[in-house]
């Protein structure tokens, strides 16, 4: 395949704003398809599936890292960001991917992981020769303290100190997450080109957007101490009580103004390619803020998303705060959602609806229903619970340091299962990297394919559904109190203005309703509520969507 040039680059039938209110299904490269029998998942893997991803009417895929890597962490860290690691395949695959993603009607981001490399890269190991290499500043290098602690007292996000003696330069250098993780200096102009040009290496190769790691740990700012927490309370990742890293406000070591600069700079690269765009990761004690301004204005990301609703908390309340106050401050900003990812814990035990149907499909309503973007991680579809593994099991190396309180993230990262009745549910014909529990090959995708109820023809439905309404994918955003723990919001666009209402409860609910609200014609049948006679009833966990005039100013239920 021939690279694609900022010309020729593909835009599609929707549009070079396709991203705003897409959906955008999240492939976990090692864990999804096996093509060569070794036992993890692969480019050619996800080529073979590709069909099925088109089929849940989603408009892109992200892949997680697929860049020539030691693992440590899994692909997070890059000793090459133009290579693909020979265990998933070639650049040549990767060629391909795109090219038959793009025949399907799918975009293709890809992770880009921009604060810090593996210390096996090139750029590190120069840097670590000495003080006055050409790329001895590439790096942040600090001298200890006189008594020869570490410069200040930030802690990685891994646990522990997240500066690392290096005897070759008698100095430390700092890592946000693993050792072997050291952190790009960006306020080198020669990090920040060096960066731009990887990106703009895929860009030319065709892809549509990346989703940014960690994107506000690329700046640090002066090397002080981080001032205390005065209450651990579990957050983003990291910030637990089990983990030290959860003690401190971030304040130096990350979310600097700078990163602002990078982020602009970077938006000028994507615009030159016209279609692509940029979902940004933000894990920060103020996320929602920082949401809003890495995305408000235009000129820096397309998106951001946090860990806010990646949480244990599944109540109408906390999800109702969470968005308002989004929304009072993002501005012409535009959110991504997402309720699970590679990261967390899966969705279905998260929030305590494993094998619960109706508790399934409230969910997949309440997320794509959300002014934004959304992310939805691989086998979420299917409702696939948490895997439970043996410590002998694990091998992320956070879950193995912080066992067994936490557990790590290997339990949401089990292979995919497609097959019920295969060996390792047809994920591989080799034993593969992490088991796959007995509890998901009975919700293997051959299972739910036929059965026109499964969640996973669900989630086909109402997606499809979704791309025939406007104002779910790019409308604006009203909510309501919450009362009798049913959550209710209207969208608009244009001139249509659709009701919402999420019964979060295990009860019937019935309130008294606009008297033009109408229950939509080609809604999917499981919308189980009804607007009738001035009247909304819903059955527990139900959903209701409905249509009502713009001019009506009452709320769906004002009474």
């Not at 030319?204 to 989703?211: A, K, N, S």
């Not at 790590?408 to 549910?425: K, L, N, S």
Request: hydrophobic share 35%; charged share 25%.
């Amino acid at each position: 395949m021939m690279q694609t040039t900022s010309t020729s680059h593909y835009v599609g039938s929707q549009g070079a704003d396709w991203w705003r209110g897409a959906v955008i299904y999240q492939v976990y490269p090692r864990s999804f398809m096996d093509s060569r029998g070794d036992g993890i998942g692969d480019l050619k893997g996800v080529i073979d599936k590709l069909d099925y991803i088109a089929s849940l009417n989603v408009d892109a895929i992200w892949l997680s890292p697929f860049f020539t890597s030691p693992m440590k962490d899994f692909g997070y860290d890059i000793s090459d960001y133009r290579g693909v690691d020979p265990m998933f395949g070639t650049l040549e695959d990767f060629d391909r991917l795109v090219e038959a993603a793009h025949a399907r009607g799918l975009k293709v981001t890809i992770d880009q992981v921009m604060s810090h490399t593996s210390d096996q890269h090139a750029w590190f190991e120069e840097s670590r020769k000495s003080r006055d290499n050409p790329k001895a500043d590439w790096y942040v290098w600090a001298d200890p303290k006189p008594d020869g602690a570490p410069p200040t007292n930030w802690q990685s996000v891994f646990g522990g100190s997240a500066w690392q003696w290096d005897t070759r330069r008698c100095q430390y250098y700092l890592h946000n997450f693993l050792a072997s993780q050291p952190d790009l200096n960006f306020r080198t102009p020669a990090v920040v080109d060096a960066m731009l040009e990887e990106v703009r290496f895929w860009l030319e190769r065709g892809v549509d957007g990346f989703r940014l790691d960690a994107v506000n740990f690329c700046t640090h700012g002066e090397l002080k101490d981080n001032p205390p927490r005065e209450e651990v309370i579990e957050s983003f990742l990291g910030v637990r009580p089990d983990n030290p890293y959860g003690y401190q406000l971030h304040q130096y070591d990350k979310t600097q103004p700078e990163n602002l600069v990078f982020l602009e700079r970077l938006r000028g690269l994507l615009d030159e390619y016209p279609g692509t765009t940029s979902v940004g990761e933000v894990g920060d004690d103020d996320a929602l803020g920082v949401m809003a301004e890495y995305s408000q204005g235009g000129k820096r990301l397309h998106m951001c998303y946090s860990f806010n609703l990646l949480t244990d908390k599944a109540d109408p309340g906390y999800l109702h705060k969470t968005l308002t106050e989004m929304e009072a401050r993002i501005g012409d900003g535009w959110p991504c959602w997402a309720l699970g990812n590679h990261d967390v814990t899966r969705l279905a035990t998260r929030w305590q609806a494993e094998g619960q149907l109706d508790k399934l499909r409230l969910y997949m309503a309440f997320l794509l229903t959300q002014r934004g973007s959304v992310c939805l991680y691989q086998g979420e579809e299917l409702g696939l619970p948490e895997a439970e593994l043996t410590f002998e099991q694990l091998v992320d190396p956070a879950g193995i340091t912080f066992w067994p309180a936490y557990k790590g993230r290997d339990g949401c990262r089990t292979p995919q299962p497609w097959q019920a009745d295969v060996q390792h549910a047809g994920f591989s014909s080799a034993t593969p990297w992490l088991p796959v529990p007995e509890s998901h090959a009975s919700l293997a995708v051959d299972q739910q394919e036929n059965d026109a109820s499964s969640l996973l023809n669900t989630y086909r439905e109402f997606l499809a559904f979704r791309r025939t309404q406007p104002a779910l994918v790019k409308g604006d955003v009203r909510y309501h109190a919450v009362r009798d723990d049913v959550l209710c919001l209207e969208r608009t666009y244009q001139q249509t203005r659709l009701l919402i209402a999420l019964n979060f409860s295990d009860q019937t609910i019935t309130h008294s309703a606009s008297e033009s609200a109408a229950s939509l014609q080609n809604a999917p049948a499981w919308l189980s509520g009804e607007w009738q006679g001035g009247q909304l009833m819903l059955p527990p966990y139900g959903v209701a969507i409905a249509r009502c005039p713009q001019t009506e100013e009452n709320a769906p239920w004002d009474v």
